[in-house]
């Protein structure tokens, strides 16, 4: 059985060479690079499971070569490792298409959770199974697929904004809290991940945009309501 690979791109040495043994003590197979210039031909060549992404790198920074990744892959889960705690640079991250996000220093025990979590979640077969085409107003849900169709062409979602959707339309007309949706969807409603959350809620209001009967409502501080007139 073949193992999971670990794309990780990180320019300082030390810190290299504890992340990469301490996940390949862990059954992983680390791809490592150094260069933010050359990470892009290395990920083509590596065909990774998950990537793990320094932001601040040598010739190209960690979110250049994310959004790189997503024009690539739509659905390889992305990790960024950062000293920066802005809550700008936290949801440029996001919006580019991370997956979560480790501020330095961090544990290794922390990382490998998070890994693990991204992993399981992109790999659930069980949440992935759920149904088959959805209808959405305008628009048609291939649930399995991750794909959703307005009439004229298809958009492909990734894993997390097709679980999102699905979410919300399988609680339509409640009011589902943040909480539940982050301990669902991120596994902990840590800052960050509320952070990514808004930035996914904003993708999926932009996707159904075309049809005003369907409308994703901010129930402040308590979470969203999916309605579907």
Not at 48 to 76: H, Q, S, T, W
Not at 105 to 134: C, W, Y
Not at 162 to 179: A, F, G
Request: net charge neutral; proline share 3%.
């Amino acid at each position: 059985m073949s193992k999971t690979k670990v794309f990780y791109v990180e320019d300082e040495v030390f810190l290299a060479r504890i992340v990469k043994e301490s996940l390949e003590s862990r059954g992983f197979e680390v791809v490592m690079e150094s260069d933010g210039g050359k990470a892009i031909d290395a990920f083509k060549q590596a065909k990774p499971d998950i990537c793990v992404l320094d932001v601040m790198l040598p010739n190209k920074d960690g979110f250049a070569i994310a959004d790189e990744i997503r024009d690539l892959d739509e659905n390889i889960p992305i990790i960024f490792l950062t000293a920066k705690t802005q809550t700008e640079d936290v949801v440029k991250g996001f919006s580019l298409g991370g997956n979560d996000y480790v501020r330095k220093p961090f544990s290794m025990e922390e990382l490998i959770a998070r890994v693990q979590n991204l992993l399981r979640l992109k790999n659930d077969d069980t949440q992935k199974a759920h149904g088959g085409p959805v209808k959405l107003g305008k628009y048609t849900f291939q649930v399995n697929r991750q794909i959703l169709n307005n009439g004229k062409e298809d958009r492909k979602l990734s894993f997390r904004e097709s679980e999102l959707l699905k979410l919300l339309y399988e609680n339509r007309e409640k009011i589902i809290d943040r909480k539940d949706i982050l301990n669902l969807l991120w596994g902990n409603d840590s800052f960050f991940n509320s952070r990514n959350l808004d930035v996914y809620i904003t993708k999926v209001r932009s996707y159904l945009k075309e049809d005003p009967s369907l409308e994703i409502i901010t129930i402040k501080g308590i979470g969203y309501r999916f309605v579907v007139s």
